[in-house]
T-cell receptor, first 113, second 111 residues
Framework: KAGVTQTPRYLIKTRGQQVTLSCSPISGHRSVSWYQQTPGQGLQFLFEYFSETQRNKGNFPGRFSGRQFSNSRSEMNVSTLELGDSALYLC????????????FGQGTRLTVV | SQQGEEDPQALSIQEGENATMNCSYKTSINNLQWYRQNSGRGLVHLILIRSNEREKHSGRLRVTLDTSKKSSSLLITASRAADTASYFCATDAWGNTPLVFGKGTRLSVIA
């Protein structure tokens, strides 16, 4: 059974640009969550999606957005990139909404220069 | 915020020794989980303990939960070099709240 797949694994962008990150959950999983991980702030919750609906949103500016498709795949978009957006972005999938165990992908390492 | 706080931030031990990490949180929880992260990679689920449980075992892992003190501990017995990683506790509360992670304990096991 394939795990959670995040693409791309590494990304370098320039300030002011926008970026789209992709997450394919484990087959059959319907819930997807996104986290931003930085050395200073740790793991910060971004969004949680279930059945194409955003169920929760973390305390991030409107430049951060996401969506989930009918096949449960999810994307997140960051517009007008800032240096502080450099981080490891992690996606996690669960079988159902509010399921107890989350399965994480390897993450996308975004560097903003 | 119900964010967990792990203690210590970093821990260095010799192979074969036991490692204990602690997690404290602020609000009532539904479940508490522990995850491991190898350097710069995704998190791996280790163990889940429900709010009505006090202790749970999985292989060399032992987790305790004290809801009156809002704290949990993770014990890794007979540690191995391969246990070197960061360990995070994560809590979820009742209702529409997401899984919230602490900042982690970085464990180094020296062979």
């Amino acid at each position: 059974k394939a795990g959670v797949t995040q693409t791309p694994r590494y990304l370098i962008k320039t300030r002011g640009q926008q970026v789209t990150l992709s997450c394919s959950p484990i087959s059959g999983h319907r819930s997807v969550s996104w986290y931003q991980q930085t050395p200073g702030q740790g793991l910060q919750f971004l969004f949680e999606y279930f059945s194409e609906t955003q169920r929760n949103k973390g305390n991030f500016p409107g430049r951060f957005s996401g969506r989930q498709f009918s096949n449960s795949r999810s994307e997140m978009n960051v517009s007008t990139l800032e240096l502080g957006d450099s981080a490891l972005y992690l996606c996690a999938s669960s079988l159902e909404y509010r399921d107890t165990e989350a399965f994480f992908g390897q993450g996308t390492r975004l560097t903003v220069v | 915020s119900q964010q967990g706080e792990e203690d210590p931030q970093a821990l260095s031990i010799q192979e074969g020794e036991n490692a204990t990490m602690n997690c404290s949180y602020k609000t009532s929880i539904n479940n508490l989980q522990w995850y491991r992260q190898n350097s710069g990679r995704g998190l791996v689920h280790l163990i889940l303990i429900r709010s009505n449980e006090r202790e749970k075992h999985s292989g060399r892992l032992r987790v305790t939960l004290d809801t009156s003190k809002k704290s949990s501990s993770l014990l890794i017995t007979a540690s191995r070099a391969a246990d070197t990683a960061s360990y995070f506790c994560a809590t979820d509360a009742w209702g529409n709240t997401p899984l919230v992670f602490g900042k982690g304990t970085r464990l180094s096991v020296i062979a």
